[in-house]
């Protein structure tokens, strides 16, 4: 058996060493984008200029503190220059823990493994990310040498607050220069990069004087400082600056790198000229509003605001404050969306043959299953009930629960599903609770959805950029084209009459329309829909011309208390950012009826709005 496991072991090593060899004679590799980027708004005017990938102020060793690159070493990789890129005792202690463990932590990488994931902008914990960056190692590894390699890792590190880089956290935490660093306080930064948000001296100093501490006792035990100058530093009082003034359009930027990233897929340039389509007029309206309704600290709030037309984002908000978490909601985080399902399910059965005024009792239910044992029994918010029946229009605008699932379950749950991927949301589950909206999906996503209804039936697909230009050539141009149709243009049209609805206070009947109370403030007809959940508070509305989405929560899906600031962020920002008017012609097949509220039955009274009907359905007649 002993034999076996040796030879096991020494044909391992022999394919280690031969991979090793093969993957070292690669060529360097080069970053995604090595060029100085000037952005420009959808005005044509510049509005930054940075490098790419994320470094403001590459600055070379001999430039950083000492302190600085030995604060590093002793925390993060003592063996930095002995190995070869892989420190194989802690990875094998690595290993052993995670196995005890159960879980996939990874950890033990070295300084050079952290500046390959630097380089890519690849931070997710999976075996394949491991595998690409241990590629990446060796070939930095082979062709630079150790002192290139820590100053790249220096000058791409997060220590966030949107700094990245030793110089840019010195110049924005103590307003100098890396070199003129002391130890305290190059020990307080070295310490910050482990976890950004957690030891940001700014707003969490006990847990980055307790992580400055651990920087300083690795510096002593590996003989960089002595026990004196330790204690020195850990007593040592200095005044934090953090005085960089945040950018408005921060998060959009975020969105723009992306965007650029994927666009030139690692080719390598000097100067670009990036064209975007920021609108910097709606980004400040966009900050305003946030600051004027969000007043918890710890409440996030997350913006889109796109032209449904051509999918152009004209402003984005991942967060309350780039300074605090630089973490882009907007973009990454995906959030359960309630009612905002509701819209999908009614297009769906417009399909069908129903109509604005096609009617169900809302009244307290249970659904039985044959395949469950458990009745389902939804229940409205507040538990009130019309005891009667009302319209599919009336249930739209005050979002009842009741009339959304004996819709869905009339229909058959394939339905909800169907509609909603087409519509790009593909995690609906075929069941009954779906068509309350028990799904998660990202802003961006749910945008793009909404974006269909908006632009009459056709795709939407967003953009941050328009075009790349060298000063020599347009290297990439967005195709103008128009998506293709996916939606029925005459049951969007109805569809969207249907959803401005919610803003109709003639529509308040067992319940509110849910957007009643800002009809005062609205000056323009809009369509929309709210989602509400017991963490989450969303707002989707749009016309021809703007779509805006915007969604309020805690990090930590903490009880919203029923929240309503997304519904006021909403309404400043489409009446502040939009110029005319605009709504949408009727189609040639439709016509329009006035129907009571909330029957559907026709009706001229004081109490009867105005919907469209398809001029073939047989119940309704022009």
């Not at 699932?405 to 909603?420: E, I, P, Q």
């Not at 949301?425 to 068509?435: D, K, R, T, W």
Request: charged share 20%.
């Amino acid at each position: 058996m002993k034999r076996y496991v040796a030879i096991a072991c020494a044909f391992l090593f022999f394919l280690g060493i031969t991979a090793y060899r093969y993957v070292s004679q690669l060529p360097p590799p080069e970053e995604s984008v090595t060029a100085l980027v000037t952005f420009l708004d959808r005005n044509s005017e510049p509005f930054a200029q940075k490098s790419f990938p994320k470094r403001s102020n590459w600055i070379s060793l001999e430039e950083i503190s000492p302190y600085v690159v030995q604060g590093f070493i002793a925390t993060e990789d003592q063996h930095f220059y002995k190995h070869h890129g892989f420190d194989y005792g802690r990875i094998f202690h690595s290993l052993w823990t995670n196995a005890k463990e159960g879980n996939h932590h990874f950890g033990a990488s070295t300084i050079t493994q952290q500046y390959a994931r630097n380089l890519f902008n690849n931070f997710e914990k999976t075996w394949k990310r491991k595998f690409k960056e241990a590629i990446y190692t060796i070939r930095l590894e082979t062709h630079y040498s150790k002192d290139d390699l820590l100053e790249g890792y220096l000058n791409t590190i997060n220590f966030g607050h949107g700094a990245y880089g030793i110089e840019d956290a010195s110049l924005f935490y103590f307003n100098k220069h890396a070199s003129e660093l002391n130890l305290a306080e190059a020990s307080l930064l070295v310490g910050i990069p482990k976890a950004p948000a957690h030891y940001s001296p700014l707003f969490y100093a006990d847990n980055a004087k307790s992580r400055q501490q651990v920087v300083l006792t690795a510096m002593a035990a590996q003989s960089f400082i002595d026990e004196r100058e330790k204690q020195f530093a850990l007593a040592e009082e200095f005044k934090l600056v953090g005085s960089k003034a945040p950018e408005i359009f921060a998060y959009y930027l975020d969105g723009a790198y992306e965007e650029l990233t994927e666009i030139l897929a690692h080719r390598s340039f000097k100067h670009l000229t990036v064209q975007t389509t920021l609108d910097l007029q709606i980004q400040q309206h966009v900050n305003e509003s946030i600051a004027e309704h969000i007043e918890d600290a710890d409440l996030q709030t997350a913006v889109i605001v796109m032209e449904p037309a051509t999918g152009h984002v004209l402003a984005l908000n991942g967060g309350q404050s780039y300074e605090q978490s630089t973490y882009n909601r907007a973009l990454k985080s995906r959030r359960q969306i309630g009612s905002l399902i509701k819209p999908f399910l009614y297009y769906g059965a417009l399909e069908y043959g129903f109509t604005p005024a096609t009617n169900f009792s809302s009244q307290p239910t249970s659904f039985l299953f044959l395949n469950n044992q458990e009745p389902y029994s939804p229940q409205n918010y507040s538990e009130q009930y019309a005891e009667s029946l009302i319209s599919m229009a009336n249930a739209l605008a005050v979002s009842d629960n009741i009339f959304a699932v004996k819709t869905h379950t009339f229909l058959g749950m394939d339905v909800l599903a169907s509609v909603a991927d087409r519509l790009g949301v593909s995690n609906v589950l075929e069941l009954p609770s779906s068509a309350l909206g028990v799904n998660t999906a990202g802003m961006m996503e749910m945008t793009e959805a909404y974006g269909v209804f908006a632009n009459e039936g056709r795709g939407v697909k967003h953009q941050f950029i328009t075009s790349i230009q060298t000063p020599k050539k347009t290297i990439y141009e967005a195709s103008s084209s128009k998506m293709a149709q996916i939606l029925e243009p005459n049951k969007t049209f109805i569809l969207n009459e249907m959803m401005t609805g919610m803003f109709n206070p003639l529509n308040n009947n067992h319940l509110n329309a849910t957007g009643h109370y800002l009809a005062p403030k609205l000056s323009r007809r809009y369509a929309g829909k709210t989602g509400t959940t017991a963490t989450d508070s969303w707002m989707i509305g749009y016309n021809p011309e703007l779509i805006a989405t915007v969604w309020v929560g805690y990090d930590q899906n903490r009880l919203l208390k029923g929240d309503s600031s997304s519904h006021h962020i909403w309404a400043d920002i489409m009446e502040n950012s939009l110029s005319g008017d605009a709504w949408y012609e009727p189609t040639d097949n439709v016509f329009a009826l006035a129907i009571d509220a909330h029957t559907g039955q026709p009706s001229k009274h004081r109490n009867s709005v105005e919907l469209y009907f398809e001029q073939n359905n047989f119940l309704y007649k022009k």
